[in-house]
């Protein structure tokens, strides 16, 4: 009976069920810190970073049903590089995205940073090199500061402003009726849409990893907000390896590549131009049928 009250037991039992009701990528990557519950492989190593370059070899994926919802998708974003992910609506983008923190794991091919299989390395080492932003983020009971230290639970108040003030958002936290103690989620202040964006920038800024994964899923903001988080993000995705599965035109247009997908596989890759330039690409059929903002 006695084991039943161990804080451990209990901090197993909680994350099993954290884990068990994560049924989507966004709470998922809200608990990217929990340690893992599964074991790490015998002989798992630490993942070593350098270029932070990431390859995609040959992966064949299949969630519970079976139903093959990636097949043989091989690709490289390349270190400090940005790659945007895009294609219709079920295509796989968000599973490619939930495969680099191990919340899955392909039945075939495998993924490498850095040439190391992320398979053969400890989970928590990879994914203290990972971070997330949602432009649907969601705010913890707590206060504005503890929602960006959530990023780095070890950051300092001088880093979480520092991290605060990169992603635009300091000048709106300091008009808040306690500032950086302000509290949010259900019972605190409510913010805008663009305020939150920003305060899930900032989290990611203060986690300072050198990957970054970015869902663009649409998201009506105001111009004014719209700058603002833009302007944030372009700070996040300085230097960074960046996955964002793209629904701006503009992120699309400035990537440095883009991995055009259609039922689990890639239809085609390249830049902007060379996609634009393929007579009958899928690329430029969408952008011509200018369906690239609601479609892609
Ligand atoms: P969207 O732009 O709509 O998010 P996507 O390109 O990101 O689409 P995925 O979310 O990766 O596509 O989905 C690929 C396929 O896998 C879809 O058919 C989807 O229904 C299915 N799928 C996604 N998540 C799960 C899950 N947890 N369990 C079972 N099937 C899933």
Do not use: C
């Not at 097949?71 to 945007?84: I, P, Q, R």
């Amino acid at each position: 009976l006695l084991m039943a009250y161990d804080p451990a037991r209990r901090l197993a039992r909680l994350q099993v069920r954290v884990e068990a009701a994560a049924t989507n990528a966004r709470m998922l990557y809200e608990i990217l810190d929990i340690e893992p519950l599964q074991r790490d492989t015998d002989g798992a190593k630490a993942l070593e970073v350098t270029q932070a370059r990431i390859e995609f070899r040959d992966l064949v994926f299949a969630y519970g049903n079976g139903r093959r919802v990636l097949d043989a998708v091989s690709f490289v974003a390349e270190g400090g590089m940005t790659t945007a992910l895009v294609g219709p609506s079920g295509a796989g983008k968000s599973t490619i995205l939930n495969l680099i923190p191990r919340f899955y794991d392909p039945e075939q091919g495998a993924i490498l940073i850095d040439g190391q299989d992320i398979a053969k390395v400890t989970k928590s080492s990879l994914r203290r090199h990972i971070a997330y932003v949602s432009q649907q983020p969601h705010l913890f009971e707590g206060t504005i500061r503890d929602n960006i230290r959530y990023g780095r639970p070890d950051a300092t108040d001088a880093e979480v402003e520092e991290a605060a003030k990169m992603a635009y958002a300091h000048d709106f936290i300091v008009a808040q009726p306690q500032g950086y103690d302000t509290a949010v989620g259900e019972n605190g202040v409510t913010l805008s849409g663009g305020q939150r964006q920003r305060l899930s920038i900032a989290r990611a800024l203060v986690r300072n990893a050198p990957i970054l994964l970015l869902d663009e899923a649409t998201s009506a903001l105001d111009t004014e907000s719209e700058a603002f988080v833009q302007k944030a993000l372009d700070t996040a995705m300085t230097g960074r390896t960046v996955i964002v599965i793209a629904h701006r035109l503009s992120t699309v247009v400035n990537a440095d590549k883009i991995v055009v997908m259609q039922d689990g596989r890639i239809a085609e890759e390249g830049t902007h131009e060379s996609l634009m330039g393929r007579e009958n690409g899928l690329y430029a059929r969408l952008n011509n049928l200018q369906t690239v903002r609601a479609d892609i």
